[in-house]
């Protein structure tokens, strides 16, 4: 889901949290949840980009089919508050959809939108705010939705440096 869109242990972090959840990204790692080390992949990845004036950007893609492979990416506005990383579930409106890694042409990709667009109506639009919790060499996402805690929307994650040529897939 794209709220647990909104990840390779991090020698700096604190053992049980981060006090900036994004320290990683700010030095160019990448959110791999549901990571598989061996075949350095990812069933959704998340990175971030930091503008100037202090906008922050969450740049993710998920798996949406596992085969043939199709993924969406999506660019969505958060901040960090309180030690969460919190924000709108948006952005499916302008995601790009992939297939085996190549984007769709427009008219193919709108009813696609359209379809994911419609199977997460009741939660577009509602703020996620996400904390990182340390557990060994992984972190568990803890989210809540509307300030309500989503234990069905937690999941795992590895942060990995960018360079460490992980993929998104199933």
Known sequence: MLGVILAAAVQAAAPSAL?????????GD????????V???CRAMAGYTFAAGGQILNQAEVVLQASPV???R???PVTVRDGAVCGPLSG???AQILVRGHRLPEEDAAPARAQVAASMANVLGKEVCTTYRRSGDWWIAQVTMDGVA???MNDTLIWVPASAGY????
């Open 30 to 37: 990448l959110q791999c949840y549901g990571a598989d080390p």
């Open 92 to 94: 499916v409106d302008k």
């Open 167 to 170: 993929t998104v897939q199933p």
């Open 39 to 41: 075949r350095r992949t």
């Open 74 to 76: 999506t660019v969505s």
């Open 150 to 152: 989503r234990q069905d």
């Open 70 to 72: 199709v993924t969406m």
């Open 19 to 27: 006090a900036d959840p994004l320290a990683p990204a700010r030095i």
